[in-house]
């Protein structure tokens, strides 16, 4: 638990200065060029959220904020320094600049939901 609560604050406090630092739009314009309630990006910003944003929504905030992409997943917990991305997030982070945003959030519900049936798996034989 305590891991995610600093990855909120991690995130919070990034998105925070990136926002601060933009004095051409606001927050709200920011929100809606990235597709995104202006209520959820304003708790992301102020750290009041149970676990961090998901990728697709990093990306989508990414360009706007002025903020690297894998800045923001590092930051969320998602991936911890460059020497810790498995090839499989390189793979990940290339789909990410080629594909389209449809095809792109395809995968990465894809890529969570996997995580999760891992997680639970793990967990269960972690019980037995």
């Known amino acids: 638990m305590a891991d995610l609560h600093e990855a909120v604050q991690r995130v919070a406090t990034l998105i925070d200065a990136a926002i601060t630092a933009r004095k051409d739009v606001s927050m709200n314009q920011i929100a809606l060029y990235a597709d ?5 990006l304003s708790r992301i910003r102020r750290g009041m959220l149970s676990h ?3 990728p697709e929504i990093l990306k989508r905030l990414a360009p706007h904020l002025r903020v690297p992409y894998d800045e923001l997943l590092r ?16 793979v990940f982070l ?5 594909l389209a945003d449809d095809d ?3 995968l990465v519900n894809y890529a969570l939901y996997q995580l999760h ?8 034989e972690v019980k037995a």
């Open 52 to 54: 961090p944003p998901s």
């Open 75 to 90: 930051a969320a917990g998602y991936i911890t320094s460059p020497r810790d991305i498995p090839e499989e997030m390189g």
């Open 104 to 106: 792109f959030r395809e």
């Open 36 to 40: 995104v309630s202006n209520g959820y």
């Open 117 to 124: 049936k891992t997680q639970q798996k793990r967990e269960s």
């Open 94 to 98: 290339r789909a990410q600049r080629e």
